[in-house]
Nanobody, 118 residues
Framework: QVQLVESGGGLVHTGGSLRLSCAAS????????MGWFRQAPGKEREIVAH????????YYADSVKGRFTISRDSAKNTVYLQMNSLKPEDTAVYYC???????????WGQGTQVTVSS
């Protein structure tokens, strides 16, 4: 059973930084794309960034390019999202996602709240 546990959310002021972590367990994740999504109140869940488990390929939403960095530590089975220059519009619940490249099954963490005050 895949388990994803997020941590690192919190309250910061505009321009501040946070680092989210996602500890993954239950599988060998070499055939998974790991990603971060977010959902703000009243809005649909949206992709923020994703990365191949090898780290060779990554994607960022336009709204976070240049400010956020996704990375992973294969030895620790952990994916990170470093968020810099945070803006109030980054306020949302952030979810870790693991998508199987074999059957497209999605697994989700429980989410962690990020609040950016103006």
């Amino acid at each position: 059973q895949v388990q994803l546990v997020e941590s690192g959310g919190g309250l910061v002021h505009t321009g501040g930084s946070l680092r989210l972590s996602c500890a993954a367990s239950g599988r060998t994740f070499s055939t998974y794309i790991m990603g971060w999504f977010r959902q703000a109140p009243g809005k649909e869940r949206e992709i923020v960034a994703h990365i191949s488990w090898s780290g060779s390929a990554s994607y960022y939403a336009d709204s976070v390019k240049g400010r956020f960095t996704i990375s992973r530590d294969s030895a620790k089975n952990t994916v990170y999202l470093q968020m810099n220059s945070l803006k109030p519009e980054d306020t949302a619940v952030y979810y870790c996602n693991a998508r199987s490249l074999i059957n497209r099954t999605d697994y989700w963490g429980q989410g962690t709240q990020v609040t950016v005050s103006s």
